[in-house]
């Protein structure tokens, strides 16, 4: 199938010094599958960046959790594209939904920044995810399909771009997507790929999943033909973390 199983860590706006040194020593110590089994990524808030870089393992890599829009200058408090370049900051989630709904950002603005991100050399876990209401009403595809579009209007490739599929139903809330949800989602999304982008994007293009995966629910999720792996947010904070990269090895044994 070539797609390389992709593990996230999502710390949000977590964490002290000394906390964030706590979290690279387990990861450091962890024994985990190799890299040609599974990609593992971990995304501090941006002062911790180049902490986390200096100290992590050197098979895994960091994330920031966003960036500006466009080419730096002057708008205070953005963090520019060229500056994780700069620091050697290899990817940046874009469109998480709690800047979606909290920052009110517009799928049309989603698709601007993977496109600039893309631009630049970084490389993009773009989020997509239906509200509990959009579920409930029938339209999570029509959303989902509706968000990937906006994005696919602006990039010219997907090679860089990582999809994350995160209902916001299921995030912090300790509220998992079936195995069945994802996989229906997953399947619709890639689906989508290929009829709208092509045949070649849709097979290469990892689809991930988010909203409160763990240690106990990772490894049946990760199962679904259409699951290439985890974006996870609290439990990244914590040691089960591991064991969310470890379910990597199910796709192995395929
Ligand atoms: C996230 O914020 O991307 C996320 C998936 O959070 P959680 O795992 O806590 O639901």
């Given at each position: 199938?070539?797609?390389?199983?992709?593990?996230?860590?999502?710390?949000?706006?977590?964490?002290?010094?000394?906390?964030?040194?706590?979290?690279?020593?387990?990861?450091?110590?962890?024994?985990?599958?190799?890299?040609?089994?599974?990609?593992?990524?971990?995304?501090?808030?941006?002062?911790?960046?180049?902490?986390?870089?200096?100290?992590?393992?050197?098979?895994?890599?960091?994330?920031?959790?966003?960036?500006?829009?466009?080419?730096?200058?002057?708008?205070?408090?953005?963090?520019?594209?060229?500056?994780?370049?700069?620091?050697?900051?290899?990817?940046?989630?874009?469109?998480?939904?709690?800047?979606?709904?909290?920052?009110?950002e517009s799928n049309e603005f989603v698709g601007d920044k993977v496109a600039y991100a893309l631009s630049q050399g970084l490389k993009v876990v773009a989020c997509v995810g239906e509200t509990l209401e959009q579920r409930e009403s029938g339209s999570t595809v029509a959303v989902v399909s509706a968000q990937t579009k906006a994005i696919a209007d602006k990039v010219l490739s997907w090679e860089n771009i990582v999809l994350a599929y995160e209902p916001v139903w299921a995030i912090g809330t300790g509220k998992v997507a079936s195995p069945a949800q994802a996989q229906e989602v997953h399947f619709e999304l890639r689906k989508w790929l290929h009829d709208n982008v092509g045949a070649e994007v849709a097979a290469s293009t990892r689809i991930i999943y988010g909203g409160s995966v763990n240690g106990a629910n990772c490894t049946e999720l990760a199962t679904q033909p259409d699951v290439d792996g985890f974006l996870v947010g609290g439990a990244s904070l914590k040691p089960e973390f591991i064991d969310v990269i470890k379910s990597a090895t199910v796709k192995k044994n395929d």
């Open positions: 199938m070539g797609r390389k199983f992709f593990v996230g860590g999502n710390w949000k706006c977590n964490g002290t010094t000394a906390e964030v040194k706590k979290i690279v020593i387990t990861l450091n110590e962890a024994e985990v599958p190799s890299e040609d089994v599974v990609e593992v990524v971990v995304s501090p808030p941006f002062v911790f960046l180049t902490l986390v870089k200096s100290l992590l393992r050197s098979d895994f890599h960091v994330a920031a959790q966003n960036c500006w829009v466009r080419k730096g200058g002057a708008f205070t408090g953005e963090v520019s594209a060229e500056m994780l370049v700069n620091l050697a900051i290899p990817w940046v989630i874009i469109g998480h939904s709690e800047r979606r709904l909290i920052l009110n």
